[in-house]
């Protein structure tokens, strides 16, 4: 462990501060306003977003303090755990040593709070009366809804209609920690009925959500927007988890040749995989490895382009992989990947050579996480289960050619409130829709025009 690692670590073993890839990358490309086609700086970005978080967005600098209140929630369940996989190892019968990071311990069940409560803290500075956020499966809703009601604040939630259906007891949680839950395409604003009008059966999509919770801080004095992935300041807060995970995989005298975490926004891939990004700078080699579902390759099949964040083009325009904020992915049941864009700075590190990309189909995802769940005990959520194919694709390479890596993944959430998933797939009624190539490149062709 580094000197400056150590000091980082309070009494506690709890970090004392979230890392900053940008400060040893590069920034990424600054946000543009659609309507002008500039750069956007603090003072745009202050509309929809509380001033800490947004200083924290335009940030280079390496170190950033957790705040005490902050450090103080987090104290309920972090340090998370480290796990070795010694069954699972045993089961596939490999040489490699297998780890995870297990984030499900959290009083929402995944890694969401490391930025839902930071974000909480920083509006309540502000004199914020009330989030508005979007949620896929229902993590992050339930995650900013614990959040708000530590911090006083009305918090109230556009989750995808699809997720909204098939995860009612996400929809519960949340409404148990006082938010409001609503199914997303809504009635409620002009970017849901927009949606409605075109197709009355919509499943929706975090494209579509977004749309919905924007338009809604946009048009309140007293409500700003908070969001569970993808900008900056959320890759960020999630670096607890790799930190964290540098200093336990040390005192279990290990040191992982592999990172994998499963990618939608990016946000717990980011977590655990930009402090080792940082180590990687400096000559060590790791192999970082983003995984996401073959209905929704953002980084496997997107372009690099600005676009828009939402669907109803209410956001500004970021540089990222993206599908394209028309598209459109199919109803599966890892809610919190269906989305077209990814985040800035795994972005940029995919563009940089520090990390890889693959995807899968959910089938064989599912499989995966009910050989993990027999073996280990903890029934992962659908998201997950995509970094723990990859795991076991890796563990089963080193089998074939003889190799003792070590490998590391995020076991970003349980599955406990996803349990109808497992039901369609024991059942049978899981598929596997193809790609739709034809999709995504309308999709593609309609990506706006930025001279930046």
Known sequence: MSESTKYLLDEEHLPKAWYNLAADLEAPAPPVNPGTGQPMGPDDLTRLFATGVVEQEMSTERWIDIPQPVREVYRLW???????????????????????????????????????????????????????????????GSSLAFAGDLFDLDVRVYMVKISFNQKPYRRALMETYGATCIASPSSETAAGRAILEANPDSNGSLGIAI??????????????????????????????????????????????????????????FAGLAFPYMREKLKGKAVRCIGVEPTSCPT??????????????????LVRMHTLGSGFMPPGTHAGGLRYHGMAPMVSLAMEKGL???????????????????????????????????????????????????????????????????????????MTDTPFDQAALDASLATLPKVAV
Request: glycine share 10%; charged share 20%.
């Open 78 to 140: 972090r340090p998370s755990p480290l796990i070795r996989a010694r069954r699972l190892e045993k089961a596939l019968d490999t040489p490699a040593r297998i780890f995870f990071k297990y984030e499900g311990v959290s009083p929402a069940g995944s890694h969401k709070p490391n930025s839902a409560i930071a974000q909480a803290f920083y509006n309540q500075q502000d004199g914020v009366k009330r989030l508005v956020t979007e949620t896929g499966a229902g993590q992050w």
């Open 211 to 268: 749309s919905e919770a924007v338009e809604i801080a946009a048009s309140r004095d007293d409500t700003k927007y908070a969001l569970g992935s993808v900008m900056n300041h959320v890759c960020l807060h999630q670096t607890i988890i790799g930190e964290e995970a540098m200093m336990q995989m040390e005192m279990a005298d290990a040191d992982p040749d592999i990172v994998i975490g499963c990618v939608g926004g990016g946000s717990n």
């Open 299 to 316: 980084l496997t099949k997107g372009a690099v382009a600005y676009d828009f964040g939402d669907t109803g083009k209410l956001t500004p």
């Open 355 to 429: 990390m890889e990309a693959r995807s899968y189909q959910q089938t064989e995802c599912f499989a995966a996480a009910v050989t993990f769940a027999r073996n280990e005990g903890i029934v992962p959520a659908p998201e997950s289960s995509h970094a723990i194919k990859a795991v076991m694709d890796e563990a089963l390479r080193c089998k074939a050619e003889g190799k003792a890596d070590t490998i590391l993944f995020n076991l970003s959430g349980h599955g406990h409130f996803d349990m109808q998933a497992y039901t369609d797939y024991f059942g049978g009624k």
